[in-house]
């Protein structure tokens, strides 16, 4: 894939939409692509946050392990963002996200993302939409374990 057509990919991802083609050309040759296999892990719950990953193409899944086993929490698509909460929170990973079909991504580091943030202050605030909507998904998936669980 040629850095043009890495640009038109980034442009359709909401979090980047409203960024010029400069430098979200400068985003695509300064961030890492890479390629896992299904089953191969982009990161792993526990692990010290050094980077956020773009779906570029294919399919994930984000899981956490409890003590009765690894609980799947979400699937990630093309033009979804993981492991920014790690970056963001300087806390430990909170999940393992691993290929669930082959998957494409780009690698941006810890460094690059806090200077995407501090340039385009819309990044943020597209971070804190998706942050605020798993938080919501995650709450009604709690509810619903309790209304379950609850005696009848």
């Not at 442009?11 to 430098?23: C, D, G, M, T, V």
């Not at 985003?27 to 982009?42: M, N």
């Not at 980077?51 to 979400?74: F, H, K, L, M, N």
């Not at 909170?94 to 385009?120: G, H």
């Amino acid at each position: 894939m040629s850095i043009n057509q890495e640009v038109e990919l980034l442009r359709n991802i909401p979090l980047f939409a409203k960024i010029e083609p400069s430098k979200l050309k400068l985003l695509a040759f300064t961030s890492e692509r890479l390629s896992y296999q299904p089953d191969q892990v982009l990161c792993r719950q526990g692990d010290i946050g050094d980077a956020a990953y773009i779906i570029i193409d294919g399919e994930a899944a984000v899981r956490i392990a409890t003590p009765s086993g690894d609980i799947e929490v979400a699937r990630l698509g093309r033009g979804d963002v993981v492991g920014e909460i790690a970056i963001l929170c300087d806390v430990p990973r909170t999940a393992t996200v691993s290929a669930v079909e082959r998957v494409t991504a780009l690698k941006i580091t810890k460094e690059l993302f806090f200077r995407l943030i501090n340039e385009f202050p819309q990044i943020a605030i597209e971070i804190m939409r998706e942050l605020a909507g798993r938080l919501e998904r995650t709450n009604a998936q709690l509810r619903d374990a309790v209304t379950r669980s609850a005696p009848q």
